[in-house]
C-alpha cells in the first residue's frame, strides 16, 4: 500500500500495519512520518524502541535478538532501520528475514534515501510492501507545492493570501524545513491575519544587512557593480535565490507592462497609479524604462525561466549564477552572453 504523506496521519489513526516503508530524499517529511509511527505506536503499547543505522560493522544480532525479545511485561518492540542508498545482496537477504519474524507485538520501520525504480521492484522491497505501507517522502512537485505550503500555515493556526503562499513556496522552494520553521516562528509574533506578502518580507528579511528591496532599487538605478556586492551578501545572509527571484519577477511584470504601455504611447501616470506604484520610484522606473528596450526585457525574461527551473531542480549554485547575469543585465540595452549551463 502507498500513502502520500498528506494522507498519513489518517492513515495511522485506523491501525498499525506490520512494517512501514518511509523513503525520500525530503528531510522534514520523513521525520515527521517517523514521528507520527512513533507517536501512535506508543499509544497502543510499542514501549520499546530499537533504532539501528544499517552500516559496516553494524552488529545485526543486536537486531535479531531485538525482533525476538519479548520482555518480562510482554512490552511491544518498534524496531526502525536507516537503510544506505543501496541495499546489496546480503542486506536485502537479512531484511527478509527479519520480514519473517514481524509478529502483531513488533513493528519494524525502514527509512532512507528515494528509491528508484528498479529497488521498488527488488523482492525484498515487494514483499513487505504487500504486508506494510509505502510513504513516499519527497519534494511535493512544483504544482502541489502551494498547497503544502497553504496546508502549513493552516497546521500553525495561520492564514495566508494567495501571494503570500506564492511568495513562500518561490522563497523556500526545495526547504520545506526552513519553510516550516518560518511559519512556525511567525506564531510567535501574532501576525496580523490573511498575512500579506509585506509582512513576510519585512519578517523574513528583517536582519539582513541588505534587502531584496535595496537590490531591485539598486538594478533600477543601473548600478550593476552594486548589486553583485548585494547578491553577494544576500547569499552569505542565508538569504533564499528563490525570495530573490519572486521579487524580480514581480519588477519585471511591472517593467514590461510599462514598456508596452510605452510603445503603444499612452501616459505612465495612469499606469502608476494602477499598479500603486510609490511617486518616489516613479522616476527609478522611467530611467529604467528609458535604459532597458523591450528586448532586453524579453531577454531577461528568458533568464527568469532559466533560473525558475534551476530552482525547481534544486540547483542553487546555478541558481545564484543566473541571478548574477540578471542583474548585470539591467546595466543597459546590450545582449546578454547566457550562462552555458542555462543553454545547454
Given at each position: 500500500?502507498?500513502?502520500?504523506?498528506?494522507?498519513?496521519?489518517?492513515?495511522?489513526k485506523?491501525?498499525?500495519?506490520?512494517?512501514?516503508?518511509?523513503?525520500?530524499?525530503?528531510?522534514?517529511?520523513?521525520?515527521?512520518?517517523?514521528?507520527?509511527i512513533?507517536?501512535q505506536?506508543?499509544?497502543?503499547?510499542?514501549?520499546?524502541?530499537?533504532?539501528f543505522?544499517?552500516?559496516?560493522?553494524?552488529?545485526?544480532?543486536?537486531?535479531?535478538?531485538a525482533?525476538?525479545?519479548?520482555s518480562?511485561?510482554s512490552?511491544?518492540?518498534?524496531?526502525?532501520?536507516?537503510?544506505?542508498?543501496?541495499?546489496?545482496?546480503?542486506?536485502?537477504?537479512?531484511?527478509?528475514?527479519?520480514?519473517?519474524?514481524?509478529h502483531?507485538?513488533?513493528?519494524?520501520v525502514?527509512?532512507?534515501?528515494?528509491?528508484?525504480?528498479?529497488?521498488?521492484?527488488?523482492?525484498?522491497?515487494?514483499?513487505?510492501?504487500?504486508i506494510?505501507?509505502?510513504?513516499?517522502?519527497?519534494?511535493?512537485?512544483?504544482?502541489?507545492?502551494?498547497?503544502?505550503?497553504?496546508?502549513?500555515?493552516?497546521?500553525?493556526?495561520?492564514?495566508?493570501?494567495?501571494?503570500?503562499?506564492?511568495?513562500?513556496c518561490?522563497?523556500?522552494?526545495?526547504?520545506?524545513?526552513?519553510?516550516?520553521?518560518?511559519?512556525?516562528?511567525?506564531?510567535?509574533?501574532d501576525?496580523?491575519?490573511?498575512?500579506?506578502?509585506?509582512?513576510?518580507?519585512?519578517?523574513?528579511?528583517?536582519?539582513?544587512?541588505?534587502?531584496?528591496?535595496?537590490?531591485?532599487?539598486?538594478?533600477?538605478?543601473?548600478?550593476?557593480?552594486?548589486?553583485?556586492?548585494?547578491?553577494?551578501?544576500?547569499?552569505?545572509?542565508?538569504?533564499?535565490?528563490?525570495?530573490?527571484?519572486?521579487?524580480?519577477?514581480?519588477?519585471?511584470?511591472?517593467?514590461?507592462?510599462?514598456?508596452?504601455?510605452?510603445?503603444?504611447g499612452?501616459?505612465?501616470?495612469?499606469?502608476?497609479?494602477?499598479?500603486?506604484?510609490?511617486?518616489?520610484?516613479?522616476?527609478?522606473?522611467q530611467?529604467?524604462?528609458?535604459?532597458?528596450?523591450?528586448?532586453?526585457?524579453?531577454?531577461?525574461?528568458q533568464?527568469?525561466?532559466?533560473?525558475?527551473?534551476?530552482?525547481?531542480?534544486?540547483?542553487?549554485?546555478?541558481?545564484?549564477?543566473l541571478?548574477?547575469?540578471?542583474?548585470?543585465?539591467?546595466?543597459?540595452?546590450?545582449p546578454?552572453?547566457?550562462?552555458?549551463?542555462?543553454?545547454?
Amino acid at each position: 500500500m502507498r500513502i502520500y504523506p498528506e494522507q498519513f496521519a489518517d492513515h495511522l489513526k485506523v491501525g498499525l500495519r506490520p512494517c512501514y516503508l518511509v523513503f525520500g530524499e525530503e528531510p522534514l517529511l520523513k521525520q515527521e512520518a517517523i514521528d507520527s509511527i512513533r507517536l501512535q505506536s506508543r499509544k497502543l503499547g510499542f514501549d520499546e524502541r530499537h533504532s539501528f543505522v544499517v552500516e559496516p560493522g553494524l552488529d545485526w544480532n543486536q537486531i535479531y535478538d531485538a525482533c525476538q525479545a519479548m520482555s518480562l511485561f510482554s512490552a511491544r518492540q518498534l524496531i526502525e532501520l536507516e537503510l544506505p542508498p543501496k541495499v546489496d545482496k546480503d542486506l536485502a537477504a537479512r531484511i527478509s528475514e527479519i520480514g519473517k519474524q514481524l509478529h502483531p507485538d513488533l513493528l519494524l520501520v525502514l527509512s532512507g534515501t528515494r528509491l528508484n525504480q528498479t529497488q521498488m521492484k527488488a523482492a525484498w522491497f515487494d514483499k513487505l510492501y504487500q504486508i506494510g505501507t509505502y510513504v513516499p517522502v519527497n519534494h511535493p512537485e512544483p504544482r502541489f507545492f502551494p498547497r503544502w505550503m497553504a496546508a502549513r500555515f493552516q497546521k500553525f493556526g495561520l492564514k495566508a493570501l494567495p501571494d503570500a503562499i506564492n511568495f513562500m513556496c518561490h522563497a523556500y522552494e526545495g526547504n520545506l524545513l526552513a519553510a516550516s520553521q518560518e511559519i512556525e516562528k511567525l506564531t510567535l509574533l501574532d501576525p496580523p491575519l490573511p498575512i500579506s506578502v509585506p509582512y513576510l518580507q519585512e519578517t523574513i528579511i528583517r536582519h539582513a544587512h541588505f534587502t531584496p528591496f535595496q537590490l531591485i532599487d539598486t538594478l533600477l538605478e543601473g548600478k550593476v557593480n552594486r548589486a553583485q556586492r548585494i547578491l553577494q551578501a544576500l547569499r552569505a545572509e542565508g538569504t533564499e535565490p528563490g525570495m530573490l527571484a519572486w521579487t524580480l519577477t514581480r519588477e519585471l511584470e511591472q517593467l514590461t507592462e510599462l514598456s508596452l504601455a510605452m510603445r503603444s504611447g499612452h501616459p505612465l501616470g495612469e499606469h502608476f497609479s494602477r499598479l500603486r506604484i510609490w511617486q518616489s520610484r516613479q522616476q527609478l522606473i522611467q530611467q529604467a524604462l528609458t535604459r532597458l528596450p523591450f528586448a532586453k526585457l524579453q531577454q531577461l525574461w528568458q533568464l527568469m525561466g532559466q533560473l525558475d527551473d534551476a530552482l525547481r531542480h534544486f540547483e542553487t549554485q546555478r541558481a545564484w549564477l543566473l541571478l548574477q547575469t540578471l542583474a548585470l543585465g539591467f546595466r543597459d540595452g546590450t545582449p546578454l552572453p547566457l550562462p552555458e549551463a542555462a543553454a545547454c
